[in-house]
């Protein structure tokens, strides 16, 4: 069944005048992330954790980072990354601690918590069932979408390195 399309509210043929079928491939793309992403959150919303949340215990899965750091490789803001982590800390995915070394910094790690519902999350594979079950060449179609967006990404911006970074004052 398309996403989003019910019993008695069957999606469009995509061949109908008007629809998906007369659409530029932007507003195509734009479309499918919208309706894939609205039922990938309400997925995660059932297990207490947002996209953003997902995407820093995937970072935190090799180990503690910084704030900093946690922030830049989920390519976010480092205020946004703050209330990221807030409702993590509350759900009790993670936890966060002063650095030993300078207690300005905060470090975040994965609770045990954490870990089980990221194992969850990969187990269960929902973000490629979601999509997977309307292609006919999911393989394919993965690979047109990693070529895309590894062409329009730019790269990431790396978190300041505080052992080496000018604009921190020396002691």
């Known amino acids: 069944m ?5 019993p008695d509210r ?7 005048p008007g629809g998906p079928a007369d659409w530029s491939l932007g507003r195509l793309l734009s479309t499918a992330a919208r309706l894939v992403e609205h039922d990938w959150n309400a997925w995660l919303a059932e297990r207490g954790i947002t996209h953003a949340g997902l995407l820093a215990l995937h970072a935190l899965d090799e180990g503690p980072l910084t704030q900093r750091r946690l922030a830049a490789a989920s390519r976010v803001e480092e205020q946004t990354m703050s209330r990221v982590l807030d409702r993590l800390e509350r759900t009790g995915h993670v936890e966060r601690r002063r650095d030993t070394v300078d207690r300005r910094r905060l470090v975040v790690s994965l609770t045990r918590s954490g870990r089980d519902v990221l194992g969850q999350i990969r187990e269960a594979d929902i973000a490629d069932v979601l999509v997977a079950e309307h292609l006919q060449d999911a393989a394919g179609f993965r690979a047109e979408l990693v070529r895309l967006v590894s062409g329009v990404s730019p790269p990431p911006r790396p978190a300041a390195d505080p052992r080496t970074d000018s604009t921190r004052r020396k002691p």
């Open 2 to 6: 398309p996403i989003h399309a019910t």
């Open 10 to 16: 069957p999606a469009g043929d995509p061949g109908d």
